[in-house]
């Protein structure tokens, strides 16, 4: 494995764990400064902005919540300072004064930057809640079809000699 790769997927599991002890400033440190956040549900927000808004949603969740969060990477592709993450998070919140659990399951994509102090962090973070899997319709397997070459009888190309 490469080592930037490995290295995202170190700052995956710091990701991981800030979201499992509740540590707002953990999961912040893996964001960058110039963040794009297009969480689903969400308005989009860039730059100082997006931290700060997204500072005030954790802390929000946390405080109404303890959270159990996993991470399933499906790859990471790593261009020079530049670096591709997709897969899916699973968070699981349970109500601080009892209650039902809820669980969201979200595919994401992550773009990641190498910053200066060498550091990999998140750039642009993309989510959307995950579906069950399903067939595409009937219309679009017949069109997705190998085109069968029709075989001529015997007759008609002994007609054509």
């Avoid at 910053?115 to 069950?132: C, H, M, Q, S, T």
Wanted: proline residues 4%.
């Amino acid at each position: 494995m490469d080592d930037d790769a490995y290295l995202i997927r170190l700052a995956k599991t710091e990701l991981r764990e800030g979201y499992n002890t509740g540590n707002v400033d953990r999961i912040l440190s893996l964001f960058s400064d110039g963040l794009g956040d297009l969480s689903t549900g969400c308005a989009s927000f860039w730059g100082p902005e997006a931290k700060a808004v997204l500072r005030h949603r954790l802390k929000r969740m946390f405080a109404l919540n303890r959270a159990n969060f996993a991470v399933t990477i499906i790859s990471i592709r790593v261009a020079g300072d530049w670096a591709f993450d997709w897969g899916w998070h699973s968070l699981t919140l349970t109500p601080r004064k009892g209650g039902r659990a809820r669980k969201v399951r979200t595919r994401y994509l992550e773009i990641w930057v190498k910053e200066a102090d060498g550091k990999w962090r998140i750039a642009i973070f993309l989510d959307n809640i995950d579906l069950p899997p399903q067939m595409p319709p009937r219309e679009v397997l017949l069109m997705m079809r190998p085109k069968r070459r029709r075989l001529k009888s015997r007759a008609a190309v002994r007609a054509r000699k």
